[in-house]
C-alpha cells in the first residue's frame, strides 16, 4: 500500500519541460532511492511534491497522500502537510539552515505552529531530537548557531528539524552531497535507522549510486524528465534492464558490476 | 601634514566592506567586546584624520579668511589686517596653529567664530539638535516606508505595483532636494495654507526648556502639548523633503536585498517547513535583508546631512546645515573645523550603531 | 553586458528618449531659444502663456530660453565631471587593487575620509574656499565623487587580478601597466560604466545644488540651480523657479533610468557591489 503516489507528473520552466510524466511510488519504512545525472530532474520531482517549484513553474499530474492530491490543495492546507506530515532535507546546510536563527528556534517554530506546542514543551522535544540524531550535548547544542556547527553535525540539525513534527514522509535531495566522504556514511546510516525505527517513507534523492546501494530498498532511475527504470535495488544495481542504468553504473569509479 | 599619516592598518578594520562574520585574532576578551574596542579606536583615529582634513581644506586653499571678513577700508589698512590675523593666530606657522587647534578641541574649545563672536561650541550646542531632529525623523520616515516599499516591490515582482515602485522610486532620487522644498513650501504653505511656514515652532510661541534640544522632546517632557504639536507640524514637511531621496533609495535596495534572500535555500526550507509566509517574511527574510539594508542606511543619514544644508536654507531651519553654508562662505574658518567635526562625529557614531546592530542581527558577527 | 537586451526596457528608452532631447536641445539652443537668454528687454515676472512657455524672471528675461541656454552649461560640464571622477578615481582604485600593499592603504584611506563627510557639506567647503564660480563648483564635485570610483574600481581589480589569465600573464612577465590595461581594464569597464551612467544625475544635482548656494555659476549665466535661486526670491511667481528645477529633474530622471536599467543587464553581485558603493 502506498503512503505517498506520484502519478504522470510534468513540470515546466519558462516553456521547457523539466518533468514528461513521473511515476513514483513511497512506503512507509522503505527507502527509495530516485537516481540520476544532474538536469535529469530528480530534484524538481521532490520539490513539486511540496509546491516548492521555482517561480513560474507549471504543473501538472497527480501527487497523492491518502485521499488528497498535493497539487490541488489550497495554500493553507498545504501548508500543513509541509513540515507536519511530510518534510524535506535539503543538499546542503550550510545554506539551507538560517545563519541567524539558533538551532532550538529553527527546530521548535514549526513544532508550535503545527502541533500548538508550547515553548517549554516544543524545547523539550527539541532536545530530545537533537538527542535522537546523535548531536553530542544536546542541552548545549541546542542555543547554538548553525555556524557554530560541523557540516555533518549541521546536517543532523537539519534532520532533526525535519523530523520535529513526527512527518509520515521524508524527502532527502542530495543528503550527503555537500559532506565530507567521511561523515556521509554516518549521516546515510542515521537516515536508514530513522525510516526503520519511525516507519518514515523516505525519497532518498542522489546521483550517487554508491550511497544508493548503501540505503536504499527500491530504486528508481531518472532521465530527461522521465523515469526509465524502477525495481528492488538489487535487482536494479545488480541486473539492470534500461542500458542507461547500465551505463551509469559502468560509470562508477572502482566497483565492477 | 597629509591625512594619510593616520595609521591604517586600525583603520581598515572599521572601513573596509563589511562582511559578517569577519573576527579578528583570537584574544582572551569576549569577541564583542574586542569587536567594539577595535571599532571604537578606529573611530577615534578616523577622527583625528577627520580634524586633519578640515585643517588642510581650510588653510591650504587659495580662499583668504581676512579679505572675507574684513571691509575693503580695512583691507587697505596692514596694521589692521595684521592685528585682525594676529587675533585669530593666522600669523603662526600652520603645523603650529593645527596643534593649537587639536589642543583646544580636545579641551572643548573649539575657539571662536569669526562671524557670531561666540564660541564656537556654543553655536553647536544650539545648532546641531535643530539638524538632528529633523534628519532624525527623516531617516524615520525612510527607514520605514523604504524598506516597506521594497519589500512590497519584492514580494510583488514584475507586477504593476514593482514596476510603479521602482519608478516612483528613480523619480525620488533625482529630484533636487532644494528645488522640491521650494515647490513643498509654495504649495503647502503658500498656496494650500495647509502646513506651517519656516523655523521650527509658531513664532508667537517661546521654545520648550532646554533639556535634548530637540523640540518634539523637550515640549513633550515638559507638557507644553500645544508647542509639541506645533513642532512636529513644523518638521513634517521639511522631514518629508528630506527623505524623498532616501526613501528611493533604501525602495530600491530593500528590493533587491529582498530578492536576494528570497532565493536562499534557507528560505525554502523554510517554506518546505509549513511557517505561514508571514512569518518566513518577518523572521527567514527580513532579518537577512535587514544587515545589507542597515549598511546603506548609514550612508544614507550621510546624504540627508547633505540635504540639510538646501532643505535648511528654504525652511529657514535654524540648524547646523544653514550654519556650515554661513561660515563656509565667509571662510570663518574656527566655525567651518566646528561642523566639520562635527558632521565626522556623526558618521563615527552612526558607523559605531550600524556595527552594533550588526552583532545584534547577526549572531556570527557577535558569536565564534 | 548585453546592451541590445537592456535597451529594450521601455525604462531606458524613455530615459534614452528624453536624454538625446536635452542633448539636441543644448546643441540646437542657438536655433531653438526664442529669445537671448541674457537679454532683459521683456515685461517683468509674466507668468507662462503663448509667447513665453515658461514666463519671465523678474529681470525681463525669458525663462524657456533660459532653460534651454542652461543645458549647453548643466549637460557638457556634468558629462566632463563624471568623465575625470571615473578617470581619476578608476586610475587610482586600479592602482590601489593591482599594487595592494602601502599604495593600497595610502588611497584607500584617503578615499574613507572624503567619505566621511557629507557631500554636500565637503563640496560646500572645498567651493567656498577655492571662491564661488562654476568651475570651482565641478572641481569641488570632483573632489567628493572620484572615491565612488576608487572604491569600485579597486574591488572589481582585486576579483580580476587573481584570475587564471592575469596571473599568466604575469608569469610570461608582461609588466604591470601591460597587465592593467590588457586583462584588467576590459573586465572593469562594463560595471564601471553603469556607475558612471548613474552618477551623471548624482553629479548633477550635486553641481546645481553648489550653484543654488551660490557657490557655482554667477548671475545673469543660465545655470539651472542658480535659475532655482533666483526663484527663491519671487517665490509668489511660481515658475521662474519650476521650469530649471523640472530641466534638473528630468535630465537627472533619464540617466538614472538608463542607468538602472543597464545594472540590472549586470550580473546581480556586481551590481550589489556598485549600488552600495555608489551612494
Known amino acids: 500500500m502506498s503512503l505517498l503516489a506520484i502519478s504522470d507528473l510534468k513540470v515546466s520552466i519558462g516553456g521547457k519541460e523539466i518533468l514528461r510524466g513521473v511515476d513514483l511510488d513511497l512506503r512507509s519504512g522503505r527507502v527509495h532511492g530516485l537516481a540520476g545525472e544532474s538536469g535529469s530532474g530528480k530534484t524538481m520531482t521532490g520539490l513539486a511534491v511540496l509546491g516548492l517549484l521555482p517561480h513560474g513553474a507549471r504543473v501538472s499530474g497527480r501527487v497523492t497522500l491518502g485521499e488528497r492530491d498535493l497539487l490541488t490543495l489550497p495554500p493553507k492546507e498545504l501548508n500543513a502537510v509541509r513540515g507536519g506530515e511530510i518534510a524535506m532535507i535539503f543538499q546542503d546546510p550550510a545554506t539551507s539552515l538560517h545563519p541567524m536563527l539558533s538551532v532550538g528556534r529553527q527546530i521548535t517554530e514549526h513544532m508550535r505552529h503545527h502541533l500548538g506546542l508550547g515553548r517549554k514543551q516544543a524545547r523539550a522535544r527539541a532536545v530530545e531530537l537533537l538527542g535522537q540524531v546523535r548531536i553530542p550535548a544536546p542541552e548545549a547544542a541546542i542555543d547554538r548557531y548553525p555556524h557554530q556547527f560541523s557540516g555533518g553535525m549541521r546536517q543532523r540539525v537539519a534532520i532533526a528539524i525535519a523530523l520535529a513534527c513526527s512527518p509520515k514522509v521524508l524527502i532527502a535531495d542530495e543528503p550527503t552531497t555537500a559532506l565530507d566522504v567521511t561523515v556521509q556514511a554516518g549521516v546515510l546510516r542515521l537516515l536508514r535507522g530513522l525510516c526503520d525505527d519511525l516507519d518514515l517513507a523516505v525519497l532518498l534523492v542522489t546521483h550517487d549510486l554508491g550511497v544508493m546501494s548503501a540505503v536504499a530498498d527500491e530504486v528508481s532511475v531518472m532521465r530527461e524528465g522521465l523515469v526509465v527504470e524502477t525495481g528492488p535495488r538489487g535487482q536494479v544495481l545488480r541486473d539492470p534492464s534500461h542500458p542507461y542504468t547500465r551505463a551509469l553504473l559502468e560509470s562508477l569509479p572502482g566497483e565492477t558490476s | ?368 | 553586458m548585453k546592451l541590445p537586451q537592456a535597451w529594450r526596457q521601455p525604462l531606458a528608452i524613455v530615459g534614452g528618449v528624453i536624454a538625446l532631447a536635452w542633448i539636441v536641445i543644448a546643441l540646437a539652443a542657438p536655433l531653438l531659444a526664442p529669445h537671448d537668454p541674457l537679454a532683459q528687454d521683456l515685461p517683468r515676472l509674466t507668468s507662462p502663456g503663448p509667447g513665453h512657455w515658461f514666463g519671465t524672471d523678474q529681470l525681463g528675461r525669458d525663462i524657456l530660453s533660459r532653460v534651454m541656454y542652461g543645458a549647453r552649461l548643466s549637460i557638457p560640464l556634468t558629462l566632463l565631471l563624471v568623465v575625470l571622477s571615473v578617470l581619476i578615481g578608476g586610475l587610482l582604485g586600479a592602482c590601489a587593487g593591482y599594487f595592494g600593499k602601502w599604495i593600497d592603504e595610502t588611497i584607500m584611506r584617503f578615499a574613507d575620509l572624503v567619505f566621511a563627510f557629507p557631500t554636500v557639506i565637503l563640496a560646500m567647503v572645498v567651493a567656498a574656499a577655492l571662491g564661488a564660480s562654476l568651475t570651482n563648483a565641478v572641481l569641488a564635485v570632483l573632489v567628493v565623487a572620484w572615491p565612488a570610483y576608487a572604491r569600485v574600481t579597486r574591488g572589481l581589480v582585486l576579483g580580476v587580478r587573481e584570475r587564471e589569465f592575469v596571473v599568466s600573464g604575469r608569469l610570461l612577465g608582461f609588466s604591470a601597466w601591460r597587465s592593467l590595461r590588457v586583462d584588467v581594464l576590459p573586465n572593469i569597464t562594463g560595471p564601471i560604466l553603469v556607475l558612471a551612467t548613474l552618477d551623471i544625475g548624482t553629479a548633477l544635482l550635486l553641481l546645481s545644488g553648489l550653484s543654488f548656494l551660490g557657490l557655482g555659476a554667477k548671475p545673469p549665466s543660465p545655470e539651472w540651480g542658480a535659475m532655482v535661486a533666483s526663484g527663491v526670491e519671487v517665490f509668489d511667481s511660481w515658475w521662474v523657479a519650476t521650469f530649471p528645477g523640472l530641466a534638473i529633474l528630468t535630465v537627472v530622471l533619464a540617466f538614472n533610468f538608463l542607468g538602472d536599467t543597464l545594472r540590472d543587464a549586470l550580473d546581480p553581485r556586481t551590481a550589489r557591489a556598485i549600488k552600495e558603493r555608489a551612494l
Open chain 2, 1 to 368: 601634514m597629509s591625512p594619510t599619516s593616520v595609521p591604517s592598518k586600525d583603520l581598515k578594520a572599521g572601513t573596509a566592506p563589511r562582511k559578517p562574520g569577519r573576527t579578528g585574532r583570537a584574544g582572551h576578551r569576549s569577541p564583542l567586546v574586542r569587536f567594539l574596542v577595535r571599532r571604537v579606536l578606529t573611530a577615534l583615529l578616523l577622527a583625528v584624520g577627520i580634524t586633519l582634513v578640515t585643517f588642510v581644506l581650510t588653510n591650504l586653499v587659495p580662499g583668504d579668511p581676512v579679505s572675507a571678513n574684513l571691509g575693503q577700508q580695512a583691507l587697505g589698512d596692514p596694521a589692521i589686517v595684521a592685528q585682525w590675523r594676529a587675533e585669530h593666530g593666522l600669523d603662526k606657522p600652520l603645523p603650529e596653529q593645527y596643534l593649537l587647534h587639536l589642543k583646544g578641541v580636545v579641551q572643548g574649545d573649539l575657539g571662536m567664530s569669526q562671524q557670531s563672536h561666540r564660541p564656537v561650541l556654543d553655536d553647536l550646542a544650539e545648532f546641531v539638535p535643530a539638524t538632528l531632529e529633523l534628519a532624525g525623523v527623516a531617516i524615520l520616515i525612510s527607514l520605514v516606508s523604504g524598506v516597506a516599499f521594497g519589500v512590497i516591490a519584492a514580494l510583488r515582482r514584475d507586477r504593476l505595483s514593482d514596476h510603479l515602485l521602482r519608478v516612483l522610486s528613480l523619480i525620488g532620487i533625482s529630484v533636487p532636494t532644494f528645488w522640491l522644498a521650494l515647490m513643498a513650501f509654495y504649495v503647502f504653505f503658500y498656496r494650500l495654507q495647509i502646513t506651517p511656514g519656516s523655523g521650527r515652532i509658531d513664532p508667537s510661541m517661546s521654545p520648550p526648556p532646554h533639556v535634548t534640544g530637540l523640540y518634539t522632546i523637550d515640549s513633550a517632557l515638559s507638557g507644553q502639548w500645544d508647542v509639541f504639536s506645533s513642532a512636529v507640524g513644523h518638521l513634517l514637511t521639511p522631514a518629508l523633503v528630506l527623505a524623498l531621496y532616501t526613501i528611493g533609495l533604501l525602495t530600491r535596495f530593500t528590493r533587491s536585498a529582498v530578492l536576494e534572500v528570497l532565493g536562499q535555500d534557507y528560505v525554502r526550507a523554510a517554506r518546505a517547513k509549513g511557517l505561514p509566509p508571514r512569518v518566513i517574511l518577518l523572521r527567514y527574510v527580513l532579518r537577512s535583508a535587514l544587515v545589507p539594508i542597515i549598511t546603506v542606511a548609514g550612508l544614507a543619514f550621510g546624504s540627508l546631512l547633505s540635504g540639510t544644508v538646501l532643505v535648511e536654507a528654504i525652511f529657514a531651519w535654524p540648524g547646523v546645515g544653514q550654519y556650515a553654508y554661513k561660515s563656509a562662505t565667509t571662510l570663518d574658518l574656527p566655525a567651518v573645523m566646528g561642523v566639520g567635526l562635527v558632521v565626522g562625529g556623526v558618521y563615527l557614531v552612526i558607523n559605531l550603531i550600524v556595527d552594533v546592530l550588526y552583532g545584534v542581527i547577526d549572531p556570527r558577527v557577535r558569536l565564534q
